[in-house]
């Protein structure tokens, strides 16, 4: 981090010389710059940027109070503290009235000065912090990683806005394929924490006995197989952002270990006696109904109402079906560069199509679907025929009937082996769109499906499904 630097203007040259030898011992890290001239101290504000300038109101060349309002037309950011030498309140007042910070007088003892100095550089470090988290902002509005211009991701964008620069614990609360981890990674890229790499855990996938290992860690022999001292992922946040993503999935026995993390700012390692102090901004996300498994009691309202400190919601895409055309239009320019096929555009019908169906799966399954289309769509521009035919699903099935017809009736294949075809494109696309629904959440797949995790496992490996893609 580069040194803060601090302009002195006085017209006592021996002042200026005792405290350019004193002042650099006292304030660590802070470049100490003196002008026994007004116009000099000015011009060089004009060149380089001062964190905080120590001005004395009564100067021959020039008046402090005009020193003053010639500063804050160059740089009105600059804290500015003055020196008098009457300790009169109307002045001080005026100083202040005019943009000026604080005031000392003199004569004034070093550690006194000291104290306004270093109150004053916390200050002006504060505020350059903010100025450049909003210029960091707006470089990126709208966000890169975000596509809408509707009303409901207006409000996203000014949400994370305004919480990106604190430290508040935030819930992001949306229907799955909404984009809750694109919320959680803005929040954090956009925050003073972006130095650090932000920490994710994906609660329903850590196994329930190994989640408090994983997320608070542990030193060797803690347990069996517990080899060597592991960390944990809130060490590993330190001074950085975690992500709780499906916190609704967070098992109640390790609900009320993150609990009086949360409350004590500390976690303890299985198996050590001593807790290490953390420095962590939470953040959380959930497609649940928290309210109705906090009825149900299989979370706990404490833990609740510490993390949803603040909410954002991410909208489904039936809130934002206006932006359907740029997200569409988004999409299958990525999808055509990542596939390698030329670039193609939409038909204003099949446009039209797209903005008329239902997408349960939001944004995610829609990005999914507009793989498929590009893939199998053969023409540059894509029609509302094509889009039908990725709704149905039976690209194998879909393209033959299309070639049938053009052949004028190209013979039945047998029925065992038609079957067997709207059998395989039938499961894929089930289970593409299961997992797509659940973010990859094997669990909860299997339960909505309506069969054992065990199966569900077995049915992906047969057709090559991965659920890291899902995520």
Known sequence: MSKQRLMIIDD??????????????????????????????????????????LLDIRMPEMDGMEVLTAVKEIDPWITVVMITAYGSIETAVEAIKKGAYDFITKPFEIPDLVRVLNKALERSLLI??????????????????????????????????????????????????????????????????????????????????????????????????AEQNHSGMFLEADQSTLLLDEIGDLPVSTQIKLLRVLQER???????DKPRKVDVRILSCTNQDL??????????DDLYYRLNVVTLRTPSLSEITEDIPLLADHFLRSVCNELGLPQKRFSVAAIQSMMHKSWPGNVRELQNFLRRVALFSPEEEIGAADIRAAQDSLYGSAAESRQGEESNGKAVKPYQQAKEELLENFTREYITRLLGQTEGNVTRASDIAGISRTALQKIMRRYEIRSEDFR
């Open 128 to 225: 350059r912090e903010n100025m450049n988290l909003r210029k960091k902002v707006s470089e990126r509005e709208p966000f890169a990683d975000f596509v809408g211009q509707s009303p409901p991701m207006r409000r996203l964008y000014d949400g994370i806005q305004a919480l990106a620069g604190t430290d508040y614990t935030v819930l992001i609360r949306g229907e799955s394929g909404t984009g809750k981890e694109l919320v959680a990674r803005a929040l954090h890229e956009l925050s003073p924490r972006s130095s650090r790499r932000m920490v994710t855990v994906n609660c329903p996938a850590i196994p329930e006995h190994l989640l408090e290992s994983e997320l608070f860690g542990h030193k060797k022999g803690a347990f069996t197989g």
């Open 291 to 300: 309210e109705a498994r906090i009825q149900d009691r299989s979370f706990r």
């Open 266 to 272: 500390e976690v303890r390692p299985l198996g050590s």
């Open 12 to 53: 006592e040259k021996d002042m200026l010389q005792g405290l350019s030898r004193i002042l650099p011992q006292e304030l660590e890290g802070v470049d100490v710059e003196t002008f026994s001239s007004a116009l000099s101290g000015l011009e060089s504000i004009k060149k380089q940027s001062v964190d905080v300038l």
